[in-house]
């Protein structure tokens, strides 16, 4: 399973690709805004801290003025992933820079119908939203579910990518479900190192070992 983390804020990137447990990176034109930074640069940035992909969402709502932004985004660096919204155009988008050996992740999935086209588009990424899904009384990882069963029917090569996942639990089911990628925001994927018996286990090795006396270094 594919770590990907959802954020444009390099610190928190770098901090975690230093882990080993990074496998690409996941931004939005939210999380641009939030970043306070400009697209391109921290784009290219992002690129040159990890090696996997680095989703880059276009902003147009047709294909025309797509496949433009596309052509500006593809050039930022080899890893860029170009990020498409599921509509007709974002998926005639999908079509044609997936022809062309571009990675692109087909966003904004909230039904498994929509899920199958964009795996028909050629998708390397398909991106439900669990988290909003959920929030809308739907259930996200039933979602997910109905993805993994139909993709696995027909042997489709686009690859699951559970998005807004917003706890830890999210991020288990996932798993247990079999989707390909999950990216959540880095405290989500900081928070499943953590377990209070874990803290406490420490905390009696360490009052122990300083009874002993001993150092090791
Ligand atoms: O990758 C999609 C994600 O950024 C959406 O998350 O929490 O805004 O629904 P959220």
């Known amino acids: 399973m594919k770590f990907f983390v959802d954020t444009a804020d390099t610190a ?8 080993g447990l990074l496998d690409g990176v996941t931004t939005n034109p939210t999380l641009i805004h939030k970043s306070g930074r400009k697209f391109m640069e921290v784009v290219e940035e ?5 090696d996997g992909p680095v989703s880059a969402e276009v902003v147009a709502l047709d294909h025309e003025t797509m496949m433009k932004e596309a052509e500006i985004l593809r050039k930022i660096a080899d890893n860029v992933c170009i990020k498409v919204p599921l509509t007709i155009d974002g998926l005639k988008t999908c079509k044609a820079l997936t022809d062309e050996g571009t990675l692109v992740n087909v966003t904004l999935c909230f039904s498994a119908n929509q899920a199958l086209l964009a795996a028909k588009a050629g998708a390397s990424f398909i991106s439900p939203f669990v988290g909003r899904h959920d929030d809308n009384g739907f259930d996200g990882l039933k979602l997910i579910e109905d993805i993994r069963l139909i993709y696995d029917n027909y042997q489709f090569d686009t690859e699951i990518l559970a998005a807004s996942l917003r706890h830890p639990i999210h991020v288990l089911e996932c798993a247990k479900i079999g989707a390909d990628v999950i990216t959540a925001p880095p405290a989500v994927i900081k928070m499943l190192s953590k377990h209070v018996l874990t803290d406490k286990g420490l905390e009696g090795f360490a009052a122990d070992w300083a009874k002993t006396g001993q150092t090791i270094i």
């Open 46 to 50: 992002i690129c040159g801290i990890v």
């Open 12 to 19: 928190d990137i770098r901090e975690l690709a230093a882990t």
